[in-house]
């Protein structure tokens, strides 16, 4: 569930070719695309160097089929917030505490730069999927 070399024309885009791949993955319905953009609309969900994070509000639940989490890769990035580009794009549909591994990689991801421009650049997705799917505590990456 991760696109590589993708593009998008602003962050609207991004998120929809996050949803996009959630959906086609049979974790959500199409309805669920458009509560992630209008979470964002309430909350940017920009975590910072290069990350986003968008996902539905609590009232999209009823759209989701089972937890997933999708990568877009944007090597070129998308403005998210004035002066703040974001390259890695992780759309989230959950329905219980699956994620919560992937989160706590995500947040580990936010303190190693190095790492998070090697996700940028890999033209292979199976890079992207290993780390954010590595167990806590796990060694051999940043």
Request: glycine share 10%; with cysteine.
């Amino acid at each position: 569930m991760v696109l590589v070399g993708a593009r998008a024309s602003d962050k609207a885009d991004a998120i929809r070719q996050a949803g996009q791949v959630l959906v086609r993955a049979g974790c959500a319905a199409p309805s669920y695309i458009s509560g992630m953009l209008a979470r964002e609309r309430v909350l940017s969900t920009y975590l910072g160097h290069g990350i986003a994070m968008p996902h539905g509000e609590a009232a999209d639940l009823r759209s989701v089929y089972r937890t997933g989490v999708s990568v877009v890769q944007l090597p070129e990035g998308v403005e998210w917030e004035p002066g703040e580009c974001a390259h890695l794009v992780i759309g989230l549909a959950s329905t219980g505490r699956e994620h919560v591994d992937v989160l706590t990689n995500i947040v580990e991801l936010l303190q190693a730069p190095e790492t998070i421009a090697r996700l940028v650049h890999t033209t292979d997705p199976m890079v992207i999927v290993e780390r954010l799917t590595l167990k806590r505590r796990q060694t051999g990456w940043n």
